[in-house]
């Protein structure tokens, strides 16, 4: 019986971690905060960790958070990020998180 060729190993790639551009805080926030925010024209609330920092925006300071609420990220205006929830959030919240169980 003649040998067969086989493939040749392919060689591992290495994952780097992603580097941060940008500063590390801007206002009161820092990255990996968790904060509330509103999307501009649609107003829907946001909840999540605060992923990276956008201060030289065309449209004025900016933050990119990853939204636990819709499961994306999302870059927002500074002005609506806050600490404090706003009306309804939490239990928008409460219902994400449920559909994820």
């Not at 107003?43 to 636990?68: M, R, S, T, W």
Request: aromatic share 10%; no cysteine.
């Amino acid at each position: 019986m003649a040998p067969y060729n086989r493939m040749a190993r392919k060689k591992k790639v290495k994952i780097k971690a992603p580097v941060r551009k940008g500063p590390e805080t801007l206002g009161e926030f820092k990255i990996d905060d968790y904060v509330w925010a509103k999307k501009f024209k649609t107003n829907d609330i946001i909840h999540g960790k605060i992923y990276e920092f956008y201060p030289n925006d065309n449209l004025g300071p900016a933050v990119q958070i990853y939204d636990e609420i819709n499961g994306s990220f999302r870059t927002v205006s500074m002005e609506t990020v806050s600490f404090d929830p706003p009306k309804g959030g939490k239990r928008k919240l409460i219902l994400a998180r449920s559909r994820l169980k």
